[in-house]
């Protein structure tokens, strides 16, 4: 939930929570009540990759920026947040970085969202 606050204060107003079948049920609330979409990964054990997929296809429409962020990562700046979000306007994909080590959350480009789909 402290992943899901951050990212809307920083910006984000399309959040997709994507969540295992067996996630904690305060956990589903608080996603419920954060997000635009909640939805299941029906196979986690294929790893974070199906999650992402599951993520990207729920959404309604290609939004102009589309961040990544997992969820057991709690520490993202909302100030983080949004300058990542002003910066994949370009249309690039776009990471943090601290010490030359990459970051979350991470925005997606168009062209990376299609590859990672296939």
Known sequence: ATTMRALAAG???????????????????????????????????????????????????????????????PFVRPATVSAIIAAARSGRSVSPRLSDRGGHPVALSPRLRDQILR
């Open 11 to 73: 910006g984000v107003d399309g959040l997709v929570t994507v969540l295992a079948p067996d996630a904690d049920a305060r956990l589903r609330d608080e996603a419920a009540r954060l997000s635009r979409l909640v939805i299941v990964n029906p196979d986690p054990a294929q790893g974070m990759l199906s999650s992402v997929q599951a993520g990207l296809r729920a959404l309604p429409a290609a939004p102009a920026v589309c961040l990544l962020h997992p969820g057991d990562m």
